[in-house]
């Protein structure tokens, strides 16, 4: 639109004022957008002498000339760089196509805001006489039906498509062509922080050009959320605006279950154990080695496993009273398609990243781990999700994935005790399919309990005595006939409000004969037969089976605790006199754990479990502050109050602040 253009004269004062504001905005918009496009271009020319950069430095490295190699190093005609210089060397242009991409984010809001001016400003121009049909006011629609990606020109979509891409293989190639010829921490340094790096930079890219609608949306309903951001007194400090719905994509990708990080535990609780059971001390590349593998087992393999899980259970997930709470895949923000196609990337990736580091990095009794660990985790992943989702003999199924449900934490066991030289076979070969044993009857523990709670969240509560069952919960059944070892009544509903998940459903007398109370005293005795020697097995074991016994019988909570730290003091009394501190810390440590998360379980509802970790960080805030007033206690002890006051209360420059 010409700068001259002035607003017509007209009788409506108030009209007059609000097209002289849009004029002067429009005008505001489009000098900006030209100085954003000027950049863009300066930009790219700066990112074709950066990459041309690189591709100049392989040129003289000996590690890139192929079969000339041996010669060149002779002649003194190359020369061979560090690892470090060259997993620095595409931070500049990954920079620039950074600013690049978000400059054009920018250029799309404003196109789309110009847009917006536009269409109010037509209702106020009369049709270009050089253009018949065509308003004054549409410079910015008659330019996007020639650079639209979706209902432009063909030729130019495929010119953008082109340049795109060619940047994106460019770059991309030069890192996977230099990292396949460096060190592997190298190697995996550059993949882990250039891959991902890459792929964002595409998708932003992709929603900038083609999504700009969402990424529109995205910003308008941003604005909206922002009601309470202070505009007249801009001093104030801004509130963050409020984010309804469920968590963000990218957040679930980056750790899908954030809940059942504490189940990371076992790997290392299990190392421990055949650490002590093994008098053998790992060295620091054991150390190393074995913490690597337990990052790639629960970070990459597990959490994919859960990443699948979610995606055939999605349509479930919808309807769960619960489930923005619950954190599994969101799609109300980028649709269920784009939702699903993304979890199946990642879960690739991940699979991918593990054998490349299995295969690259770890030394080979971890790798092996890594590459066995495959199978099981996603075997009885596959039996799983087959027998979940049966509709014949719903009792059958139900106790049978009761059972399945704990090889996971036989695998996190298996694992923690090979990477401490603990293995199926030779002398240790009893201990480790006890300790296996008792893991695999201890996930049956966890995993029961929980999903007695969880299902809970699926009824209402009428008197805080009876459950009303809606009838989606009977196509549950590993869920909906956990309930019935509870001690209240069900009741058969049409649907539930889940008010029933604050119910702490077995925390008083409850049924004795329930699947986590078997496999309680199963896990129990295999675990302390796993710790000592055979000779110790039947007074240890039924000393600890009487403690299950004491703690699921008994209806008080604080009689459970006393009982549980009662067993483990003469268990570990016990194996200390008999077997040496070893033994004892074993058999004292795995006791405990079992029984005492048995009875944080018994005391908990499904709420409990869900909010466990906002209430963790709140704990840890609060104890941030306390230890911040401590300290400022301390310090105020150490300099005097009356120095104190005056520090805290005045400027650089000792002058009072007001």
């Keep these: 639109m010409p700068a001259d253009i002035r607003a017509p004269a007209d009788d409506n004062p108030a009209m007059s004022a609000d097209l002289d504001i849009l004029l002067a905005d429009y005008q505001s918009v489009r000098e900006d957008d030209r100085g954003i496009s000027s950049r863009q271009s300066a930009l790219a020319s700066v990112f074709v002498a950066l990459l041309a950069g690189l591709f100049a430095i392989l040129v003289g490295d000996c590690r890139f000339r192929g079969a000339v190699m041996n010669a060149a190093k002779q002649a003194g005609s190359c020369y061979e760089l560090p690892d470090p210089v060259y997993v620095m060397a595409p931070t500049l242009p990954f920079a620039v196509l950074c600013y690049i991409v978000m400059l054009g984010m920018q250029v799309t809001i404003k196109s789309f805001y110009m847009r917006a001016i536009e269409n109010e400003l037509r209702d106020h121009q009369a049709e270009l006489r050089a253009i018949p049909g065509v308003l004054a006011g549409s410079a910015t629609e008659l330019m996007l039906t020639v650079i639209s990606p979706r209902r ?361 004969v329930t699947p986590w109370n078997a496999a309680l005293i199963a896990a129990v005795a295999c675990g302390i037969a796993a710790c000592v020697p055979p000779g110790q097995h039947l007074l240890l074991g039924a000393t600890g089976v009487l403690a299950v016994a004491a703690v699921v019988l008994l209806p008080s909570v604080l009689f459970r605790w006393v009982i549980t730290s009662g067993a483990i003091a003469v268990l570990g009394t016990t194996a200390a006199l008999t077997d040496g501190w070893r033994v004892a810390v074993t058999v004292a440590g795995v006791t405990g754990l079992f029984l005492g998360v048995y009875c944080v379980f018994r005391q908990s509802s499904y709420d409990d479990l869900r909010y466990s970790l906002v209430r963790m960080s709140a704990g840890l805030v609060s104890l941030g502050r306390s230890v911040a007033k401590l300290g400022i206690w301390v310090l105020v002890l150490l300099l005097g109050k009356r120095t104190w006051a005056f520090v805290s209360r005045s400027d650089d420059r000792g002058r009072p602040i007001p």
């Design 152 to 512: 432009g020109r063909r030729s130019y979509f495929v010119m953008l498509l082109f340049l795109t891409l060619s940047f994106a293989v460019a770059l991309g190639g030069w890192v996977v062509f230099v990292a396949l010829r460096l060190s592997a921490p190298a190697m995996i340094t550059m993949f882990a922080v250039y891959g991902p790096l890459l792929m964002l930079l595409l998708q932003q890219g992709i929603l900038a050009n083609i999504g700009g609608r969402r990424l529109l949306r995205g910003a308008a309903n941003h604005l909206r959320n922002s009601s309470n951001y202070p505009r007249t007194d801009l001093v104030q400090e801004p509130s963050r605006p409020s984010r309804t719905g469920d968590r963000s994509l990218w957040s679930y990708l980056l750790l899908p279950r954030p809940l059942d990080t504490v189940k990371w535990v076992f790997i290392p609780i299990a190392y421990l154990v055949g650490a002590v059971i093994t008098s053998h001390g790992p060295s620091a590349p054991e150390s190393l080695g074995a913490a690597l593998g337990w990052l790639v087992f629960e970070y990459l393999i597990y959490q994919s496993r859960y990443q699948w899980n979610d995606i055939r259970g999605l349509a479930d997930d919808q309807v769960h009273p619960a489930h923005r709470e619950r954190g599994r895949l969101p799609v109300a923000r980028q649709g269920p398609r784009r939702s699903v196609a993304l979890s199946v990337f990642v879960i690739v990736a991940r699979a991918t990243l593990a054998v490349v580091v299995a295969f690259t990095v770890v030394p080979p009794p971890v790798s092996t781990i890594i590459l066995v660990s495959f199978i099981g985790v996603w075997v009885p992943a596959w039996l799983y999700e087959f027998l979940r989702e049966g509709r014949t003999r719903p009792g059958a199924r139900a106790t049978a994935i009761w059972l399945v449900v704990g090889v996971g934490y036989a695998v996190r066991a298996s694992i923690g005790l090979a990477l401490a030289g603990v293995v199926p076979s030779g002398p240790t070969s009893g201990t480790f399919f006890l300790f296996a044993g008792a893991a695999w009857a201890f996930g049956i523990v966890f995993v029961t309990m929980t999903w007695v709670l969880e299902a809970t969240g699926h009824c209402s509560s009428r008197d805080g005595c009876v459950l009303g069952c809606p009838a989606e919960l009977t196509g549950k059944p590993h869920l909906a006939r956990l309930l019935r070892f509870t001690p209240l009544s069900l009741l058969p509903i049409a649907s539930a409000d889940g008010s029933a998940s604050s119910l702490r459903v077995l925390a008083g007398r409850a049924p004795v």
